[in-house]
């Protein structure tokens, strides 16, 4: 593989990583990238992908506004690397519902108010639907140690504590 090299504005030329295919299995579909060896699950997602639902918050693991679900379990994907992923199933909030057909989660966030800004929404999503696959999450303590990994700069939690649990009981009876 030959290396590549560029030179910007007359610097000095410097060596381009050498980049590779990388097959991602996410929303039902099979996505073959070629991407640096250290690009993040987000970096992949929103820069090769246009799946720009999926934000970046920190870029730290500390908001949680990256979170998407790996598997069904729901991870930072700001601190993962897409390579990880290779055979694994990625849904991130676009893989969730359509416009025509809302998730549960998501038609809950709407009928409760429970975004203000919206930019932590599809995180705090994917987080509940995580917490759901889990299994782990019966009462509202639960939830709110659960998803205490996802900020709201807002302060739009009552209601995203609302929503989640209506979802909970909904899947209860």
């Excluded at 990388?22 to 250290?38: K, S, Y």
């Excluded at 992949?44 to 990256?66: F, M, N, S, V």
């Amino acid at each position: 593989m030959s290396q590549l090299t560029q030179a910007p504005l007359g610097r000095i030329t410097v060596p381009l990583a050498p980049t590779q295919p990388v097959r991602l299995h996410i929303n039902g579909e099979d996505h073959t990238l070629q991407i640096a060896p250290w690009t993040t699950l987000l970096d992949a997602l929103r820069e090769y992908l246009d799946l720009t639902g999926t934000k970046k918050g920190c870029d730290h693991g500390q908001c949680g506004a990256c979170t998407v679900l790996v598997d069904g379990k729901r991870i930072n994907s700001c601190l993962s690397l897409a390579v990880m992923h290779e055979g694994s199933d990625i849904t991130t909030i676009e893989g969730l519902g359509t416009e025509e057909n809302l998730h549960p989660l998501q038609q809950a966030f709407i009928d409760h108010d429970a975004f203000q800004c919206g930019y932590c929404t599809p995180g705090q999503i994917c987080s509940a639907q995580g917490l759901i696959n889990e299994g782990h999450a019966h009462t509202e303590a639960e939830v709110r140690e659960l998803m205490s990994g996802n900020l709201c700069r807002c302060g739009a939690y009552s209601n995203i504590l609302t929503a989640v649990m209506e979802v909970i009981s909904a899947q209860k009876a």
